[in-house]
């Protein structure tokens, strides 16, 4: 199932993408950047393959 992930590359939602693709959802990020970095997105997809 996939799941919209508003903030997903901030800290909370970060940890929250990492929580539902181990419970074998599918999380799609949204994220303006505001208060975060692209570079999340990087670290995430080493993290979950």
């Known amino acids: 199932m ?3 992930l508003t ?3 901030g800290y909370i939602g ?3 993408y990492v929580a ?3 419970a ?3 999380p799609v990020i949204l ?4 208060n ?3 570079e999340v997105l ?3 997809e080493r993290i979950t393959g």
């Open 7 to 9: 903030g997903g590359a």
């Open 36 to 38: 975060s970095q692209p």
């Open 31 to 34: 994220d303006n950047f505001a």
């Open 14 to 16: 970060s940890h929250t």
């Open 24 to 26: 074998g959802y599918q």
């Open 20 to 22: 539902l693709f181990e």
């Open 2 to 4: 996939n799941i919209l």
């Open 42 to 44: 990087n670290r995430l």
